[in-house]
């Protein structure tokens, strides 16, 4: 995403629907089809891509993880990823 900074507005139809504009939806790196998330805190809505907010949280939930499970090196992740696909493929 683009480290930038502006201010957009946009109309709140009948049916609540908004159409994001063109430099947002470029901002968040969403296209036709993509989801966006919407988050809410107090007064404040931000609205981000939702593949992005999924994966970061992902990445919060699996903090430190790895190094309990004893995978102190990328060297270390990746060879458990090579092991664990051979040993699907064997099953």
């Known amino acids: 995403m ?3 900074s502006f201010v ?9 629907q908004v159409t ?3 430099n947002v939806r470029t901002a968040l ?4 089809g993509d989801r966006v998330t919407f988050i809410v805190e ?3 809505v ?4 939702s593949a992005v907010y999924a994966l970061m949280r992902f990445q ?6 790895a190094k309990k499970a004893g995978l102190l090196t990328e060297e270390a992740v990746a060879e458990w990823i ?4 051979r040993e699907e493929n064997v099953e």
Request: no cysteine; aromatic share 0%.
């Open 20 to 22: 994001i504009p063109k």
């Open 60 to 65: 919060e939930q699996m903090s430190g993880e």
């Open 46 to 49: 931000r609205v981000v891509n």
């Open 29 to 32: 790196g969403v296209e036709s």
């Open 82 to 85: 090579t092991k664990s696909r």
């Open 8 to 16: 957009n507005d946009a109309r709140v139809m009948a049916k609540g």
């Open 42 to 44: 107090g007064n404040t």
């Open 2 to 4: 683009m480290n930038t």
